[in-house]
């Protein structure tokens, strides 16, 4: 890992989470990695810290990208580290709200769109002239997009766009060898999903899921790094269910 980084990496939302494990697994595979961070400044440069510590490179670089110019000024921070190419964008970071039909005001659901949906949107718009021929692409979608589970129906909705997005994305940008796919976990072990911690919202996961377990970060991470990878190098345009079998 002392040689110079091969690939440039930005992973949105990577102070903690799911964005945290995908950071550091694309790091062990050699990727120079932009750890993004909104609030969790010092928990971004302890990622940071991490794959330096193993002889890795990165940087940290914050945005709010529930701002209309966040995915702009983000984008141009990322100009200024990597120059003009960037071989992999995760755009990982989002929220979730749970509340009834009834419960769910203006003020969320726009909130839930603007960082879930239209800041990954003009992320690669902003991004496209740093991704180039064998650039990868990778979104964060969700199980919920597919099958109706608790109170989520805005933020279900943000994923379905996501899965939207990944093939028009995908069709528009193939010509200039830009692959574009999302995974979509289940319940992962994360501040987002913190019901898992209580016994009654983890018996509810384990009897929705075929594999009897709690998913963690890094069971996602994997799933990313592979995508990102030239293993993958025809698929594009696919939303890759990483779920251990949810509602099956
Ligand atoms: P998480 O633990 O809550 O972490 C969210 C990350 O997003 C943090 O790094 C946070 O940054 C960042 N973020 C939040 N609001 C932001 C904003 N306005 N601007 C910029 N960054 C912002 O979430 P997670 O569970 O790892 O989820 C990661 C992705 O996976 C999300 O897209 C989520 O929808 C998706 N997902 C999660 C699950 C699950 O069960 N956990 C399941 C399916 C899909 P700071 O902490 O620095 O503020």
Known sequence: MSSPASKTALVTGASRGIGRAIALELAQSGAHVLVHYRTG??????????IRDSGGHADVVG??????????????RVREIVGDRLDILVANAGISKAATIEDTTVADFDRLFAVNVRAPFFLVQQLLPLLGERSS???????????????????AATKGAIDTLVRHFAQGLGARGI??????PGVVDTDMSSF????????????????????QPDDIAGSVAFLASDEARWITGHTLSVDGGSKL
């Open 179 to 184: 692959r574009v796919n999302a995974v979509a």
């Open 196 to 215: 898992t911690k209580s016994e009654t919202g983890r018996q509810v996961t384990l009897a929705m899921q075929a594999l009897k377990r709690i998913a």
């Open 137 to 155: 692409v990778i979104l964060l979608s969700s199980a919920v997009a597919r099958t109706a589970i608790g109170t989520l129906a805005a933020y």
């Open 41 to 50: 400044v010092a928990e971004a440069e302890a990622v940071a810290g991490t």
């Open 63 to 76: 945005a709010d990208l529930a701002t209309p110019d966040g995915p702009h000024a983000l984008a141009a």
